[in-house]
């Protein structure tokens, strides 16, 4: 059974740190990324990472303060947050793609069809 498990959520003043995590388990996969929502919004694309970590991309809201990583031997990929600002604030979803048979940079990863898996979602509050 495939699962997608994140972790690491909670309240944080702004300035803050936070790391978030995803297992996953079930199976290995290609590209993962984490988005984002809001109470009231839509699911936004947050960050992306390619099956050999060799390539990152970011929502320009949070590029320079978040960084997404991977560790294949774990299966789990990490998104460390930092300088949280007041609208961070929102449920954090991971993703995976199981793979399509072609090159990340020819796939938007900013784009949720793009997955196969999403967790269950962690909460983000920060606190001004």
């Known amino acids: 059974q495939v699962q997608l498990v994140e972790s690491g959520g909670g309240l944080v003043q702004a300035g803050g740190s936070l790391r978030l995590s995803c297992a996953a388990s079930g199976r290995t996969f290609y590209a993962m990324g984490w988005f984002r929502q809001a109470p009231g919004k839509e699911r936004d694309f947050v960050a992306a990472i390619s099956g050999s970590a060799g390539r990152q991309d970011y929502a320009d809201s949070v590029k320079g303060r978040f960084t997404i990583s991977r560790d294949n031997a774990k299966n789990t990929v990490y998104l460390q947050m930092n300088s949280l600002k007041p609208e961070d604030t929102a449920v954090y979803y991971c993703?995976?793609?199981?793979?399509?048979?072609?090159?990340?940079?020819?796939?938007?990863?900013?784009?949720?069809?793009?997955?196969?898996?999403w967790g269950q979602g962690t909460q983000v509050t920060v606190s001004s």
């Open positions: 993703a995976a793609d199981r793979g399509k048979g072609i090159a990340y940079s020819l796939i938007d990863y900013t784009s949720l069809p793009s997955y196969d898996y």
